[in-house]
């Protein structure tokens, strides 16, 4: 079953006040595509292929032009939204950030963080929220007792699971993340990758993420997205794209990635 199905979404930027530069146009879709359930989907690309862009669309970050998104049977107008409409869609859609340590506020403790959006999004009491926060954290691998921690009390790896918590303590059916694993070391990196698999399973979530490092994308992917100019230039099986990339961008990203691991690891 698709989770989300997105049609024709547009976004036209025309940044005309630039003053002594050209003016900046750049047109992203209209792009359309399909996430089921609990299904991991990368999307890579060149620099400034639109990837975040697209990422803060989804998740209505940035208001497009045009366009369609329809989360677990909720349809959205891609351009125009009410504060209820708003509301369900942070329920259905969340998104973690690039560098998840920088939006955390260092004078917050973590259990402020994570009630930000019970708060604001639910009618649930303080004293409701408490143990749902707590659950959650026990979930992505912390104590209850990091509740009262600040930002600075906490190695990169558990910043990243903070920043995990408050992105699924809302229970989304979708989570979007762009460059998740960037910031962080190869051994954190892999238990951040693991944590996030296990989670999907246990709430069958759709995990969208982009990343340019295609050694993860080919470990978790099961498809994949191939962005160009604000465009997807092409879109299928993880296995597929990187055995058979069709699309000159698509063959560019896979050649790379290919010269920098022994080829008895890519075709076995
Ligand atoms: N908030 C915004 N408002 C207007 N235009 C934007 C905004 N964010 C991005 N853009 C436009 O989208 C283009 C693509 O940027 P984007 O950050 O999506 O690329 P990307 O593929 O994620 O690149 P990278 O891999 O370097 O992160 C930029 O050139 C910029 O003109």
Redesign the pocket.
């Known amino acids: 079953m698709d989770i989300l199905q997105v049609k024709d979404l547009t976004?036209i930027?025309n940044?005309k006040k630039r003053w002594l530069k050209r003016p900046?146009v750049?047109q992203?879709g209209p792009v359309s595509l399909s996430v089921k359930r609990g299904e991991t989907i990368a999307i890579i690309?060149?620099?400034?292929?639109?990837?975040?862009?697209?990422?803060?669309l989804l998740v209505g970050a940035?208001p497009a032009d045009a366009g369609e998104i329809e989360i677990n049977t909720h349809k959205y107008l891609a351009k125009y939204q009410s504060k209820d409409g708003q509301r369900k869609r942070t329920h259905d859609i969340r998104m973690i950030l690039?560098h998840s340590s920088e939006s955390m506020n260092p004078s917050v403790p973590v259990g402020k963080i994570l009630d930000e959006p019970l708060r604001l999004n639910t009618g649930l009491s303080e004293a409701e929220r408490k143990p749902i926060i707590e659950d959650m954290l026990v979930k992505v691998g912390l104590l209850r007792e990091h509740y009262y921690f600040y930002r600075h009390m906490l190695s990169d790896g558990q910043q990243q699971r903070v920043a995990l918590a408050r992105a699924i303590v809302l229970k989304p059916k979708v989570l979007v993340a762009?460059?998740p694993f960037a910031a962080l070391d190869p051994t954190i990196r892999s238990q951040t990758v693991n944590l996030i698999l296990q989670l999907q399973q246990e709430l069958g979530l759709a995990f969208i993420f982009?990343s340019?490092n295609l050694g993860i994308v080919r470990h978790i992917a099961d498809r994949i997205i191939v962005?160009e100019s604000?465009e997807i230039v092409e879109e299928g099986k993880a296995e597929t794209i990187f055995r058979w990339p069709q699309h000159t961008r698509t063959k560019k990203l896979v050649t790379a990635y290919q010269s920098l691991v022994p080829q008895n690891t890519i075709r076995e």
């Not at 690309?45 to 803060?56: M, P």
């Open positions: 976004f930027h940044e900046e750049f992203l690309g060149e620099n400034r292929s639109g990837k975040s862009l697209l990422a803060k940035l690039q762009d460059e982009i340019h962005m604000g």
